[in-house]
């Protein structure tokens, strides 16, 4: 499986400020996707970061909001805009090797906004 | 809309026990399905991954997957108060190799 290591791990924000979370792999993966995970809910897909283009965004979710960056096969971004207390939870970043093969999570990022 | 249904619990059963966690997905075409525990506080750890019909048994665990029925449970043995988790039923979701997530269900093991 991946190392993977997401930065900050915690951190209290302002709102109407911007964040961004750093996601670094050891290995190059194929696949890797960002999740947000609501205090007492399951896991919601935000977007795929696709290496080299442009981040596809599930329904819902838009790219003003939630930028994303993947430079290389290894690192990936996801900056929150303008934070909101409802977007306090926790962004997780997963990876997969190839698609259809096993996702793996980061640490998570916990993030409150006040 | 594909969807993960699971029953959210609390599930609570004794140290010991055998627990049977339960999954249902709409989406006939998933090949993929997997099960992840997630501690409170933590982010959620895989615990199997299943493929095809049938069971499939890692240590005190075992997927059992019927596709035809759209059904996919975990049986923890032996069960111990640090299984004591929420469990994520988890279904691959297309062509982009995400997956769909249930809600999760939380599992309460008594000492």
């Known amino acids: 499986s991946a190392v993977i290591s997401q930065k900050p791990s915690r951190d209290i924000c302002q709102r109407g400020t911007s964040l961004t979370i750093q996601c670094q792999v050891d290995s190059q993966v194929t696949m890797m996707f960002w999740y947000r995970q609501q205090p007492g809910q399951s896991l919601t897909l935000i977007a795929t970061?696709?290496?080299?283009?442009?981040?596809?965004?599930e329904s819902g979710f838009v790219i003003d909001k939630f930028p994303i960056s993947r430079p290389n096969l290894t690192f990936s971004t996801l900056t929150v805009s303008n934070m909101s207390p409802e977007d306090s939870s926790i962004y997780l970043c997963?990876?997969?090797?190839?698609?259809?093969?096993?996702?793996?999570f980061g640490e998570g990022s916990w993030l409150t906004v006040v | 809309q594909k969807e993960v249904e699971q029953n959210s619990g609390p599930l609570s059963v004794p140290e010991g026990a055998i627990a049977s966690l339960n999954c249902t997905y709409s989406?006939?075409?998933?090949?993929?399905f997997f099960w992840y525990r997630q501690y409170s506080g933590k982010s959620p750890e895989l615990i199997m991954s299943?493929?095809?019909?049938g069971d499939k048994e890692d240590g005190r665990f075992t997927a059992q997957l019927n596709k035809a029925s759209q059904y996919v449970s975990l049986l923890i043995r032996d069960s111990q108060p640090s299984d004591s988790a929420t469990y994520l039923c988890a279904v691959n979701a297309g062509s982009q190799g995400n997956l769909i997530f249930g809600k999760g269900t939380k599992l309460s093991v008594k000492p």
């Open positions: 970061a696709n290496q080299g283009s442009e981040a596809t965004y």
């Open positions: 989406d006939r075409g998933s090949q993929s």
């Open positions: 997963s990876v997969a090797p190839a698609i259809g093969n096993t996702i793996y």
């Open positions: 299943i493929y095809s019909n």
